[in-house]
């Protein structure tokens, strides 16, 4: 079981910037993934991208292609996520997990954080 703490949302104008991270303290298999997730009020959980601790392996959803950006450091055992030019229907509660392997599909993800939320004001 690897506890997951993410940080970094919070009120942004369209077109503004955040940065979500994802701290994992207690993990210790580099050859692992973290993948970022969101859930809209009365959408289903959707994948936005996904990186393995080495930084070899990395992925995004459609939606997050040129905008977002993510890092994994695997000494700070912690995983960034970037993302720019914010749209409203960026607003969700954003969520980071583990999984073995890079992959979109959210049942492949064990380990889960309690979320944070981030709201993208027009």
């Known amino acids: 079981q690897v506890n997951l703490v993410e940080s970094g949302g919070g009120l942004v104008q369209a077109g503004g910037s955040l940065r979500l991270s994802c701290e994992a303290p207690?993990?210790?298999?580099?050859?692992?993934?973290v993948g970022w997730f969101r859930q809209a009020p009365g959408k289903e959980r959707e994948f936005v991208a996904a990186i393995n601790w080495r930084g070899v392996f990395w992925d995004y959803a459609d939606s997050m292609l040129g905008r977002a950006t993510i890092s994994a450091d695997n000494a700070k055992k912690t995983v960034t996520l970037e993302i720019n030019n914010l749209k409203p229907e960026d607003t969700a509660i954003y969520y980071c997990?583990?999984?073995?392997?890079?992959?979109?599909?959210?049942?492949?993800?064990?380990?889960w954080g309690q979320g944070t939320q981030v709201t993208v004001s027009s």
């Open positions: 207690e993990h210790t298999d580099s050859t692992h993934a």
């Open positions: 997990a583990t999984a073995t392997y890079v992959t979109e599909n959210r049942d492949e993800y064990d380990n």
